[in-house]
């Protein structure tokens, strides 16, 4: 079965860190472009963080950059977000995607503006709350 499975969520106070994993089974993360991305009650998805499948190329969303980073191992087929300086406001869901296309900072950015995906996670909640 293709699919992706985030873990990692929970509740964090603010000024805290956590970090998410994506892991694939079914298929190498390693020949995909992935992303993070994030909804909130009553808002529209954000994408968040996605990072080329070569080049290492990555594009970041204006409210994460500083905070939040990416990261493969594929070796263990997963990739990662580490979220450090947590405010109330990054509490959502969070979902990781992957994409099959030619990397490249264009894709990467055009991933995260628009949510294009191949496969799709089922979420893992956030929430930063003292």
């Known amino acids: 079965q293709l699919q992706l499975v985030e873990s990692g969520g929970g509740l964090v106070q603010p000024g805290g860190s956590l970090r998410l994993s994506c892991t694939a089974s079914?298929?190498?993360?390693?020949?995909?472009?992935i992303g993070w991305f994030r909804q909130a009650p009553g808002k529209e998805r954000e994408g968040v963080l996605c990072i080329s499948s070569s080049e290492g190329a990555t594009y970041s969303a204006d409210s994460v950059k500083g905070r939040f980073t990416i990261s493969r191992d594929n070796a263990k087929n997963t990739v990662y977000l580490q979220m450090n300086s947590l405010k109330s406001e990054d509490t959502a869901v969070y979902y990781c995607a992957a994409l099959f296309a030619k990397g490249g900072f264009t894709t990467v950015q055009s991933m995260c503006v628009n949510g294009g995906h191949d496969y799709w996670g089922q979420g893992t909640q956030v929430t930063v709350s003292s």
């Open positions: 079914g298929f190498a993360l390693e020949y995909y472009n």
